[in-house]
């Protein structure tokens, strides 16, 4: 049988698994019915967006190993409104997190997304604004986009996974997948690990 190459929008509060932790969490089993497919790598349950899943092991493993720094785009809201040099930590690197240093990031602010409400909406407060940054990592620690906002002062209001590589999440709505095109899929296995 021919191994699947799948592109889903995770929505928000998805568990990125198709098994369940225990707990009455949604999981991918409720959006996605086919056998032995697995994510690459993880997007939090708190995030949304893109997430590439195969059936294709030996692919699945080189594209979540840590060596291969496969980038990866994201839309994050954040509280107030940065400066660019409160930016220059997140791109220069070595950003203390926990036990570990940032490498460096592509980061910019961006204008606000054209991007479907979430359900349910991020929390308002008229009296504080928020702003849109671009992030592009190659390494991916767990929480590690809102962890690095934080430690400058910037808390992660929503974060969208936009971009794998050269996969983008363009016109998929939140909940629906579809399998790559052949383009994409022979540009994953040429080179996967280039943007």
């Known amino acids: 049988m021919p191994h699947r190459y799948i592109l889903f929008s995770k929505p928000f509060n998805v568990l990125s698994q198709f098994s369940s932790d225990g707990s009455e969490k949604v999981t991918l089993k409720q959006f996605i019915d086919l056998p032995d497919i697995y994510p690459v790598g993880r997007l939090d349950y708190d995030s949304e967006g893109l997430m590439l899943l195969t059936s294709d092991g030996p692919l699945q493993h080189r594209l979540s190993h840590p060596k291969f720094e496969h980038p990866r785009t994201y839309w994050v809201q ?4 940065p400066s660019d040099s409160d930016l220059l930590p997140l791109i220069q690197g070595g950003l203390k997190i926990q036990d570990y240093r940032t490498k ?3 980061v910019k602010l961006i204008k606000a997304p054209n ?7 991020i929390r308002s407060r008229q009296s504080i604004p928020t702003a849109w940054l671009s992030i592009t990592l190659t390494e991916g620690r767990n929480r590690q986009v809102r962890r690095m906002t934080a430690a400058i002062g910037f808390p992660t209001l929503r974060l969208v996974r936009t971009q794998i590589g050269h996969l983008h999440l363009e016109d998929l709505a939140s909940g629906q997948w579809r399998d790559l095109s052949e383009a994409e899929l022979r540009q994953l ?7």
């Open 78 to 81: 954040v509280e107030n409104q």
């Open 104 to 106: 460096p990031a592509q």
């Open 115 to 121: 991007l479907a409400d979430r359900v349910p909406p």
């Open 189 to 195: 296995k040429n080179n996967p690990v280039r943007r």
